[in-house]
């Protein structure tokens, strides 16, 4: 094996020294292909965190049995009573103030209002007559006992409005849920992420 003469080697170095290679120029394509699996993953998680989100009246479906899991049951959200005062009127027009929409939706001081733990017939868009009829008959049921007073609310859902901007809560009266008693009735049942049929 032959070696370089020393006069080489020293002629190379003094060429680097004077005249030295540029530095890398940065490349933001270089770098986001570095940060590949960190953009990947973060990507994910504020998929995931979207999706979540946007699950209805915030219920989560769980791997064992595919069930629905209500936070008022768990008790993921501290409950904090709020009053309801004033008197409920059939909602009518565009200004509505203190006004019942529906068997589990209502207006409260120009907030509207959605009861989070029943789900109970449409009046606007029925399946069919019956159920047109029952949703009157829950709109009434409902106006009523906003005007009997001594009711309160609660934040029992993880998120505090719905998907239509609705602030979620369960309303009571002496303790108990008013939906309990329109499902003893048979104007509600209990939201357990779908509705059910009323025209069967």
Known sequence: MTRKPARVILLKDARQKLNPEPAPRWSPFKALYKMRRVIFYGGLGVLAVVHFDKLPYSYLVVPAGNKLIDYSITGAVAPHPEPIEGRFVTCAGAQRINCVVD???FWYR????????INTPEIGRP????ERRLGMEAQVALLQTLNSGGLTMERRERRDVDQYGRKLRVVLQDGRSVGEDLIA????????????NWCG
Not at 127 to 130: G, L
């Open 110 to 117: 120009a907030v509207k209002y959605r009861i989070s733990d």
């Open 185 to 196: 009735r048979g104007l509600a049942h209990r939201w357990e992420g779908q509705k059910l």
């Open 103 to 105: 068997g589990d939706t």
């Open 127 to 130: 399946e069919c007559e019956r």
